[in-house]
């Protein structure tokens, strides 16, 4: 593909459009990348959840080594370095919601969880200290158990601040969610995110 139209199509990455699946994306994927395990999943609609059927959801296991004192401070320079400027420390939210203003990367500072994807009866991850969940727009989450010491850093496209929802979207934001500019690299390793998060 020229330079060009790989730039145009990169561009036309969106968040969802019913009925247009990939079969590959549709089971689990674990797959090495830059040494990191990764798995990925496509979440479809579920009840008021819209989660994102287009963009898969990445669970990236050892996404970082932690050393030090400060572990949550090594996360946010990885985010940093690959375009995704971290918001904020803090945990997961222990109902279901999602963000249509957002893509969210979500690094795991301190402790272990349990995170529920998808919104009720989703699919359940199990996070511990140096994990990553890299979020589409629209993907349900919820925290449904966490150790003491949970930290998690969260961090966002440049140029993108959260909202936080929970109903069903308006036409308004589906629009919006549709809109949302694609991020330019993966907040983990650096690479570009069109090989798991392919072309419209």
């Known amino acids: 593909m020229h330079k060009i139209a790989r730039e145009r199509a990169l561009d036309r990455r969106c968040f969802l459009t019913a009925g247009r699946q ?17 798995q990925s999943f496509i979440l479809q609609p579920n009840g008021w959840v819209p989660n994102n059927p287009r963009l898969p959801v990445l669970v990236y296991k050892g996404a970082v080594e932690i050393t030090g004192d400060d572990p949550a401070s090594l996360i946010e320079a990885v985010f940093r370095r690959n375009g995704w400027p971290p918001q904020w420390r803090n945990g997961v939210y222990d109902f279901h919601h999602y963000h249509s203003t957002a893509h969210e990367v979500l690094g795991f500072a301190e402790g272990r969880g349990r ?10 991850v199990t ?74």
């Open 22 to 38: 990939d079969s590959r994306a549709e089971a689990s994927i674990i797959r090495q990348r830059r040494g990191k395990l990764m």
């Open 115 to 124: 995170i529920l994807l998808g919104g009720p009866n989703g699919r359940e």
């Open 127 to 200: 996070v511990e200290q140096g994990d990553a969940v890299l979020l589409p727009t629209g993907t349900g989450h919820c925290r449904m158990e966490a150790s003491g010491d949970f930290l998690v850093v969260g961090a966002y496209p440049a140029g993108q601040r959260f909202d936080i929802c929970r109903q069903a979207p308006t036409p308004e934001a589906r629009a919006r969610m549709e809109r949302l500019p694609f991020p330019d690299a993966d907040p983990v390793t650096g690479d570009s995110l069109a090989e798991v998060w392919p072309p419209a």
